[in-house]
């Protein structure tokens, strides 16, 4: 029998019991330890097989009951969530990405959402979200132009509509960012500024060199290599700095200081991020990509700590930086950075797609990386459903649909799912991005 006439003959087995394996599918997995209840198993949808549920779709103004199962798979003790996609301008994970983010808001309690893009460039978003004035459009200027979008538009408008219907200052949501690229300057500038404010002169030996950081402006591409002279005299004064914060983190500390400190080693980690991402560009891409990813867990942590300290966060970002697993995508992840500051508090949902259509000018336009025969996309495409949730650790390790331990191709990459994520969003099908950065192809 083919694999689809196998789902549809499970689904016809399932509806005479539906009730008792809701009860079962429900489970508290790895993450959760709590009871869903009869609440719970009236309202989830219904099961295709044990761990894999049916989503109603996309669209962000749906009903959320559908993606009650969540509520237990990531429990209620993680306070930090990473909403993945398998590849950027795809609009239909970004709508999947808006309802997750209302579920969480609304069922969970999370209050804040970070973003893979410049930390300063996107300061703009905040004001519109907390304030509804302006446009949504302006609002996300700051942010990569693979993110701006209707849909990321979309998701600003509700942010700012929630706010205004919920003036509790602990009911409010927020926006912020956390990527290290591109702001070195800014970075240079600030360090400068505290380096005077501790009485140190930031154009003497040996921290004059941070002028040399300059080295490349904007955003890195695989193209970009740091000139060795710049790259070395940068590198130097970095540490430099690095030592005086080290041997002066009392003394600086202190007082009325601390919180000046501590943006200021936020900023010193951006910087290092981004200097080591440079240099180890081309010659050890493994260690340049880990760099950049250590520094956005830092960020990221770090930012909510000073602004948001009690807030529970959801993270955009590509599944290669959300995953749990550094083996997963080729280099350390900012996910597996978050699970080891953050144990038992940081679950992953990863995003993926049997067909995903793209609006990126120098990648391509519709559907990109299709993925082969056996693989995890195509396997879930057989129960010929629209949208799929599935528990990675049900029961334990795995779904009954894949094998424990088991290495399969997801996200056009080998790997063994239930190490990358927890849970996996499926979409059959996801619609391009309507882009605002460029013209749509």
């Known amino acids: ?109 999370f209050r804040a959402f970070a973003f893979e893009t410049p930390w300063l460039a996107a300061e703009t978003a905040e004001p519109y979200v907390q304030t509804c004035e302006g446009d949504p459009n302006v609002a996300s200027r700051g942010f990569f132009g693979v993110w701006r979008s209707t849909e990321l538009s979309a998701l600003l408008r509700w942010m700012c509509e929630w706010n205004a219907g919920h003036p509790n200052p602990k009911d409010r949501v927020h926006v912020f960012a956390f990527d290290i690229q591109g702001q070195a300057r800014p970075d240079v500038q ?22 040399r950081c300059f080295f490349v402006e904007g955003v890195f591409n695989f193209s970009l290599r740091a000139p060795e002279p710049e790259a070395t005299v940068c590198d130097a004064s970095v540490q430099a700095v690095e030592g005086l914060f080290a041997a002066n983190a009392r003394k600086f500390g202190r007082g009325a200081g601390k919180v000046e400190f501590e943006w200021a080693k936020l900023r010193l980690a951006g910087l290092r991020a981004w200097v080591d991402e440079m240099i180890y560009n081309n010659s050890d891409p493994q260690r340049s990509f880990g760099a950049r990813d250590r520094g956005m867990a830092t960020l990221l942590l770090g930012i909510r700590k000073l602004r948001y300290p009690k807030a529970k966060v959801a993270v955009w970002a590509h599944n290669g930086h959300i995953t749990r697993d550094p083996e997963a995508f080729n280099w350390p992840s900012m996910g597996s950075f978050l699970a080891a500051d953050l144990p038992g508090k940081y679950a992953v949902v990863g995003l993926v797609s049997h067909a995903a259509a ?78 605002l950065q460029w013209r749509p192809c």
């Not at 396997?379 to 990675?392: N, Q, R, S, T, Y």
Request: some cysteine.
């Open 358 to 435: 793209i609006d990126w000018p120098p990648i391509g336009c519709g559907v990109h990386d299709t993925p082969g025969p056996g693989s995890v996309e195509e396997l879930l495409h057989g129960f010929g459903e629209p949208a799929l949730l599935v528990d990675l650790r049900f029961p334990g390790t795995s779904t009954p649909l894949l094998e424990p331990g088991r290495s399969y191709e997801l996200n056009n990459t080998d790997m063994v799912p239930a190490r990358a994520f927890d849970v996996l969003v499926f979409l059959d099908r996801s619609h391009k991005m309507t882009p």
């Open 1 to 109: 029998m083919s694999r689809l006439g196998c789902a549809r003959l499970r689904r016809l087995l399932l509806a005479a019991v539906s009730l008792a394996l809701v009860a079962l599918a429900v489970a508290p997995s790895a993450l959760a330890a709590q009871d869903p209840g009869p609440e719970l198993a009236a309202k989830v949808g219904f099961p295709v097989e044990p761990g894999v549920w049916r989503l109603d779709g996309i669209d962000p103004t749906l009903p959320l009951d559908d993606l009650e199962p969540l509520r237990t798979i990531i429990g209620s003790k993680v306070t930090v969530v990473g909403l993945g996609e398998s590849i950027h301008t795809s609009g239909g994970y970004y709508e999947a990405k808006h309802r997750l983010f209302r579920f969480l808001v609304e069922r969970m309690g």
């Open 190 to 211: 600030a360090l400068q500024e505290f380096l005077v404010r501790v009485g140190r002169d930031p154009e003497a030996e040996p921290w004059a060199g941070l002028e």
